[in-house]
């Protein structure tokens, strides 16, 4: 049995669309591409977005703003030192785009200039810091994304 050009190609398609759907049906079901939305409230969130960008203004403003460095304890998040560390209060949040069970929240409570966050909390990745803080009634946002 000869096989034509026109028989070749709907072989060379099917064959083809069978590999595609073998991949959606592979990715959709195994738990390790499992990847969950980035914000449970998503529409809630937005309706707060103007504040956010107000807050990440008044950051840009700042002589000094905040940073972070990688230590063997874990994150160093270092706080301006021209502000008076008992004046400053606020959360940081560290979000797991892989995974939400890992996303978490740290009051911020300083006895100097510096905030841990603990390496036991921390796994190693892709992690979004984002430090939402007060100071002298004026409210700042610093956000980043950063691998441990």
Not at 29 to 49: G, N, P, W
Request: aromatic content about 12%; proline content about 3%.
């Amino acid at each position: 049995m000869r096989i034509n050009w026109g028989t070749g190609i709907v072989i060379a398609f099917g064959c083809f669309i069978a590999f595609i759907m073998y991949l959606v049906v592979n990715m959709v079901t195994d738990k390790k591409y499992h990847h969950d939305l980035v914000v449970e409230d998503y529409y809630k969130q937005e309706l707060t977005l103007q504040d956010d960008i107000d807050k990440e203004e008044n950051a840009l403003k700042l002589d000094e703003n905040i940073s972070w460095t990688h230590t063997d304890e874990g994150i160093l998040i270092q706080f301006p030192n021209s502000m008076n560390i008992s004046k400053i209060s606020g959360t940081v949040s560290l979000y797991r785009p892989s995974n939400k069970s890992l996303d978490f929240d740290l009051p911020i409570v300083l006895s100097s200039h510096t905030l841990l966050v603990p390496k036991e909390k921390l796994i190693d990745g892709r992690w979004n810091l984002t430090v939402d803080w007060k100071n002298n009634n004026s409210s700042y946002l610093y956000k980043n994304s950063l691998v441990y």
